[in-house]
């Protein structure tokens, strides 16, 4: 079964920097999606992507966060001037269509 | 904005016990609602879900209502197993952007052998 893949699995950075998120979508999916998961808390929605722009984003996704399908393949959330509160589970998602979704693994964000 | 509500926090039942998660939502636009398991440190799953021109829906040993006019929905686990075990979310959304759901806090199933 196809799956969403995200990279680095684990990402330990330190306050102020840059970080990358990298996602594979599943091939032939038009729709993609960043959430957050802060540690025992729910998943929150962050963004999503449609047609290579944005297509909604939620308050959380301020101008600290930048999203990018550089290629055909890669779906990448960059998180400028990392924060504390940015610790969390980040997960990539995408579907075929606008209804339904498939969540990839996981990035596990920790800024010390 | 949207909002979901989910109780109870934490349920713990026997092994072969049924379980019932409920959720209730803010924004009657929202016609799609999908029910996940989150195992400790994996993926959030999707179990279930079910869209608002069903009432309900069911897989093997999993349910789900929804009450559009009281807007809540249930998610039911009967024979319930000790592999039950996990936080189950529920959320809400608009099927023209699926992905943008809010979802709710969450509620901690211990299935006890």
């Known amino acids: 079964e196809p799956e969403v893949t995200q990279t680095p699995s684990h990402q330990v950075t330190q306050m102020g920097q840059e970080v990358i998120l990298r996602c594979v979508p599943i091939s032939n999916h038009l729709y993609f999606y960043w959430y957050r998961q802060i540690l025992g808390q729910k998943v929150e929605f962050l963004v999503s992507?449609?047609?290579?722009?944005?297509?909604?984003k939620s308050e959380i996704f301020d101008d600290q966060f930048s999203v990018e399908r550089p290629d055909g393949s890669n779906f990448t959330l960059k998180i400028r001037s990392t924060k504390l509160e940015d610790s969390a589970m980040y997960f990539c998602?995408?579907?075929?269509?606008?209804?339904?979704?498939?969540f990839g693994s996981g990035t596990r964000l920790t800024v010390v | 904005g949207e909002n979901v509500e989910q109780h109870p926090s934490t349920l713990s039942v026997q092994e072969g016990d049924s379980a019932v998660i409920k959720c209730t939502y803010s924004d009657s636009a929202s016609n799609y609602f999908p029910w996940y398991k989150q195992e400790l440190g994996k993926r959030p799953q999707l179990i279930i879900d079910?869209?608002?021109?069903?009432g309900e829906k069911k897989d093997q040993r999993i349910a789900v209502t929804l009450n559009k006019t009281a807007k809540h929905f249930s998610l039911h686990i009967t024979e319930t197993q000790p592999e039950d075990s996990a936080v189950y979310f529920c959320a809400a959304s608009k099927s023209t952007n699926a992905g943008k759901s809010t979802f709710g806090d969450g509620t901690t199933l211990t299935v006890k052998p």
């Open positions: 998602a995408s579907s075929a269509s606008a209804d339904g979704y498939t």
């Open positions: 992507f449609y047609n290579n722009e944005i297509s909604e």
């Open positions: 079910i869209r608002s021109n069903v």
